[in-house]
C-alpha cells in the first residue's frame, strides 16, 4: 500500500473511536447536566469540551487527506470552511468526495461552534444550542464514520 494511502487509512480509523468517544462524553455529560441542575455549566463545559474535540479530530482527518492527497490546502481567513468544502468534491484521479455535501452542511454547525467555544467564555456558551447539537449528533457521526471508513476502504482497494 501506498505509504501516504496507509497513514490516511490508519488515521481515519484510530480517529473514528477517538471520535466515537468524544460523541459518548458530551451525551453523557449532556444528560447529567440535565439531571445536576446546581452543577450544570460544570457538565455544560464538557459538553461543549467535547463538541469542539468531535469537530477537530475530523477536520485533522480532512486536513491530512487535503495535504497528502489533494496536495492542497486552503488558507485564508475561511480556511476552515473551504476546508469541509473540499472534502465534498472529487479530486479527478486522486479521490472521490470525502463526504456528501448534505454532511458537510450538517457538520457547519460544528465547525461554527468549534469557532465559538475557542473565542469566549463558556459562561457565554448558549445550553438550548448545545442541545440542538446533541440530539443530531448521533445521527450525524453514524453518517460521518460510515462515509469516512468507506474512503478509507476506497484507499486499501486503490493501493
Known amino acids: 500500500m501506498n505509504g501516504v494511502y496507509q497513514q490516511i487509512v490508519e488515521r481515519i480509523r ?3 473511536l477517538d471520535l466515537d ?5 458530551a451525551q453523557r455529560s449532556w444528560f447529567k447536566a440535565l439531571k445536576h441542575t446546581e452543577e450544570q455549566d460544570l457538565y455544560l463545559d464538557s459538553v461543549a469540551l467535547n463538541l469542539h474535540g468531535f469537530y ?11 495535504r497528502g492527497l489533494d ?4 488558507v485564508g481567513e475561511s480556511w476552515h470552511r473551504d476546508l469541509l468544502e473540499q472534502m465534498t468534491r472529487n479530486v479527478f484521479n486522486t479521490r472521490p468526495a470525502v463526504i456528501s455535501v448534505l ?3 450538517r457538520l457547519d454547525e460544528y465547525r461554527r461552534f468549534r469557532h465559538l467555544v475557542r473565542n469566549i467564555y463558556a459562561a457565554d456558551l448558549i445550553p438550548e444550542r448545545m442541545a440542538r447539537m446533541l440530539i443530531n449528533l448521533p445521527g450525524l457521526w453514524t453518517d460521518l464514520r460510515a462515509e469516512l471508513l468507506a474512503f478509507a476502504d476506497f484507499l486499501d482497494q486503490s493501493s
Open 14 to 16: 484510530g480517529e473514528a
Open 21 to 25: 468517544k468524544a460523541v459518548s462524553k
Open 56 to 66: 477537530s479530530g475530523i477536520e485533522r482527518l480532512f486536513e491530512l487527506i487535503a
Open 71 to 74: 496536495r492542497i490546502t486552503p
Open 103 to 105: 454532511n458537510a452542511e
